[in-house]
């Protein structure tokens, strides 16, 4: 099969590999559409997980149904699949324990591309078709179905994380796509107010159209002082990191009420340690809490995320700023993504539609 790869640190290109053998609780799926990540970004040119060579990217996509192993039940050739991000070992003690994404280590249910083969190949291998593929409805274009992969339950899991009420006040830092889709999760949810920190107009008017009541700009001047003076020195119940450094996580304890909660749902990929400030975390016992984690996986999710989308609840055509057509286009759309021009959401390759 041909893939495009890291090769390296800072260094990518299309390669030639045999293709993926198939399990008996597994499939082998082609690409119908595929869309570059952030995270990508980060894993090759900052090297935030490491060293990878020969490495196919990519994690966020829909396929077609090649082959299934003797031991599947539920998915046969030709059907068209949404491919989470994520995809679990399900018989594993932490999928038990509720933390599949952890399937079998630390972040060990992130396959793709991080220590897998993953999307970005004419062909590629999902573990555990049963537990990890979900049926494309007919409703969805395939384009919108790869923002089901990772977008979308990585923003909702910002707003589960943020544990957001009914009435929340609630702050949302970065607006890409991962960060809108917070902003939605948010607003479903409930929440009253939506604070949503970002600069690019095209990520702000779609915040706006997901639900953010008021825009913040963080050339504007320090976040807490912005947030602080808009709420009358009271600061919000709940913040969404999905943006952002790790010296983002003091702006958000400022402006964090007693007793709020944090989801951090941002890839931190570089700096050695995250800065609490001591005083406005309440010397220690402010009961100010910080829940960073990986978005869930699993075909549940995925047809549950389907579900709002088939229903007219949610509405991904926003996300998609860039279109493709070719395979070949994966390079070009994962550029994009790295250099982030100011008209830039997300981009998609669309294969087959």
């Known amino acids: 099969m041909k893939g495009f790869a890291m090769l390296g640190i800072g260094k990518t290109g299309w390669i030639e590999k045999s293709d993926p053998v198939c399990g008996p609780m597994d499939a082998l799926c082609r690409p119908l559409a595929l869309a570059p990540c952030t995270s990508d970004v980060h894993t090759v040119w900052e090297g935030a997980i490491g060293d990878r060579k020969d490495m196919i990217l990519g994690h966020e996509g829909c ?8 031991l599947v039940k539920d998915f046969k050739p030709g059907d ?3 491919v989470p991000a994520i ?10 324990a509720g933390f599949q994404m952890h399937s079998n280590g630390m972040l060990g249910g992130w396959k793709f591309s991080n220590f897998k083969d993953g999307l970005f190949g004419t062909l590629f291998h999902v573990n555990d078709a049963d537990g990890n593929l979900a049926l ?16 979308v339950p990585t923003g909702f899991h910002g707003a589960e994380l943020a544990d957001v009420q009914f ?16 902003v939605a999760g948010a607003n479903l949810k409930g929440a009253s107010r939506i604070f949503a920190v970002g600069t690019r ?10 639900g953010a009541t008021e825009l913040i700009g963080y050339k504007e001047g320090p976040i807490d002082a912005q947030v602080m003076k808009m709420t009358d020195g009271k600061g919000v119940d709940k913040i969404i990191i999905a943006g952002g450094t790790v010296d983002t996580f003091s702006e958000a ?13 941002n890839y931190l990929g570089s700096g050695e340690h995250i800065c609490i400030p001591r005083v406005e975390w309440g010397v220690g016992m402010g009961h100010k809490n910080i829940n960073g984690g990986l978005m869930p996986g699993g075909r549940l999710r995925m047809e549950k995320l389907a579900s709002l989308v088939s229903c007219g609840k949610l509405n991904l055509s926003r996300l998609i700023t860039h279109r493709f057509s070719k395979f070949e286009d994966i390079e070009e759309a994962l ?12 981009p998609v390759v669309v294969l087959e539609n």
């Open 167 to 182: 009435g929340d006040i609630v702050l949302v830092i970065g607006i890409g796509p991962v960060g809108l889709m917070s």
């Open 253 to 265: 304890v400022k402006c964090l009420k007693p007793g709020g909660k944090i989801g951090n749902v």
């Open 87 to 96: 995809t679990p070992d399900w018989n594993s003690l932490e999928a038990q």
């Open 201 to 210: 107009e095209v990520c702000r008017e779609a915040a706006a159209f997901y």
């Open 335 to 346: 550029m994009l993504m790295k250099d982030k021009p100011k008209d830039l959401i997300k």
């Open 80 to 82: 068209r699949v949404i």
């Open 63 to 70: 396929g077609v149904v090649v082959k299934v192993g003797e």
């Open 136 to 151: 494309l409805p007919d409703s969805i274009p395939t384009g919108e179905a790869c923002m089901l992969s990772d977008m």
